[in-house]
């Protein structure tokens, strides 16, 4: 069983591996656990999974299950999340993995490369020949540059610049943000924010607003939008000569790169480091072969990735 455990959902896959073919297919919230909490993270891996097994017809324990997760970024992270989420009962040995690694294993499949994934948080990884190292990353506070999260600050700060005069631009800006809010001007707008409370999955609901209007030719929005792409291509180049990699093929995946002018200007951007290529299979399938790969176990991949259902949105 592969477990893909996002800071937005959580999908569990489970295949005969010999046969090559997907018995059931699970999804719950997120998990996340720096977003969520432990208990709300287990909860939705054991929900996922207990649905793609009830989908499956098969009771647990499986031979094996890995369980990527996001947030696993340092390793006390690791530590505490192999602790508190081995003793699940969903299979005879349990791996815990980084989501990115995850992702990676979906496009080299045990190759070496860089992935990328940019959501509400955002992240570039690279396994080479010195090992493996993250860029970028590190939460929202720290890092996150290019993702749902820093469009969504990054536009706020800018949409204050304007309507303060610090800004002579024009823009469609700040009267989307304020829209989206339902303020009326940069104080109630502040009130908001500030008096009412905000949560991080609230400010990276602005990107889908911002690249929209960045796709229309607003010249702020479009500031916003050629910066994160540039962060995360050099975080992709960091992470890439960390690994000891030279012109490597770069994956990327994550809700951002469905919109086609950002994914268009990520390419180019991580075009002068290596070959960048969009992930075709979902993530989940990189742990369906983190699974194989730790078990022993063969995965007849030619029959599994016929099915559509794990193809990429």
């Given at each position: 069983?592969?477990v893909?455990g996002?800071?937005?959902?959580?999908?569990?896959?489970?295949?005969?591996?010999?046969r090559?073919?997907?018995?059931?297919?699970?999804?719950?919230?997120?998990?996340?656990?720096?977003?969520?909490?432990?208990?709300a993270?287990?909860?939705?891996?054991?929900e996922?999974?207990?649905r793609?097994l009830?989908?499956?017809?098969?009771?647990?324990?499986?031979?094996a299950?890995?369980?990527?997760?996001?947030?696993?970024?340092?390793?006390?992270?690791?530590?505490?999340?192999?602790?508190m989420?081995?003793?699940?009962?969903?299979?005879?040995?349990?791996?815990?993995?980084h989501?990115?690694?995850?992702?990676?294993?979906?496009?080299s499949?045990?190759?070496?490369?860089?992935?990328?994934i940019?959501?509400?948080g955002?992240?570039?990884?690279?396994?080479?020949?010195?090992?493996?190292?993250?860029?970028?990353?590190?939460?929202?506070?720290l890092?996150?540059?290019?993702?749902?999260?820093?469009?969504?600050?990054?536009?706020?700060?800018?949409?204050?610049?304007?309507?303060?005069?610090?800004?002579?631009?024009?823009?469609?800006?700040?009267?989307?943000?304020?829209s989206?809010?339902?303020?009326?001007?940069?104080?109630?707008?502040?009130?908001?924010?500030?008096?009412?409370?905000f949560?991080?999955?609230?400010?990276?609901?602005?990107?889908?607003?911002?690249?929209?209007?960045?796709?229309?030719?607003?010249?702020?929005?479009?500031?916003?939008?050629?910066?994160?792409?540039?962060?995360?291509?050099?975080?992709?180049?960091?992470?890439?000569?960390?690994?000891?990699l030279?012109?490597p093929?770069?994956?990327?995946?994550?809700?951002?790169?469905?919109?086609?002018?950002y994914?268009?200007?990520?390419?180019?951007?991580?075009?002068?480091?290596?070959?960048?290529?969009r992930?075709?299979?979902?993530?989940?399938?990189?742990?369906?072969?983190?699974?194989?790969?730790e078990t022993?176990?063969?995965?007849?991949?030619?029959?599994?990735?016929?099915?559509?259902?794990?193809?990429?949105?």
């Amino acid at each position: 069983m592969g477990v893909d455990g996002g800071g937005t959902k959580t999908e569990a896959v489970v295949v005969d591996a010999a046969r090559g073919t997907v018995l059931g297919i699970g999804v719950s919230g997120p998990s996340n656990y720096h977003n969520v909490g432990i208990e709300a993270a287990a909860r939705h891996i054991l929900e996922a999974s207990h649905r793609a097994l009830r989908e499956a017809g098969i009771r647990p324990p499986v031979d094996a299950a890995a369980i990527a997760l996001a947030g696993l970024d340092t390793r006390f992270d690791k530590e505490y999340a192999s602790r508190m989420l081995r003793g699940l009962g969903l299979a005879e040995k349990t791996i815990i993995e980084h989501d990115a690694h995850a992702a990676l294993m979906a496009g080299s499949f045990g190759g070496y490369g860089v992935a990328v994934i940019a959501g509400t948080g955002s992240i570039a990884y690279a396994y080479g020949p010195r090992g493996r190292f993250i860029a970028g990353n590190h939460g929202w506070i720290l890092g996150d540059q290019g993702s749902g999260f820093w469009i969504g600050l990054t536009a706020l700060r800018e949409t204050a610049r304007i309507l303060d005069g610090r800004s002579g631009e024009a823009s469609a800006l700040p009267e989307a943000i304020l829209s989206r809010y339902g303020a009326a001007d940069l104080e109630e707008l502040s009130y908001k924010i500030y008096m009412r409370g905000f949560s991080v999955d609230d400010i990276a609901g602005l990107a889908p607003i911002v690249l929209e209007l960045a796709e229309k030719g607003d010249e702020a929005a479009r500031a916003i939008a050629e910066k994160g792409a540039e962060e995360l291509a050099r975080a992709v180049a960091a992470a890439a000569g960390n690994a000891g990699l030279e012109n490597p093929r770069i994956y990327y995946t994550g809700g951002l790169f469905r919109n086609k002018y950002y994914s268009s200007l990520f390419a180019e951007k991580a075009g002068a480091v290596g070959e960048p290529a969009r992930l075709r299979y979902r993530p989940v399938v990189g742990s369906i072969a983190i699974a194989a790969q730790e078990t022993g176990l063969s995965v007849n991949w030619e029959n599994l990735l016929r099915d559509k259902r794990l193809l990429q949105d």
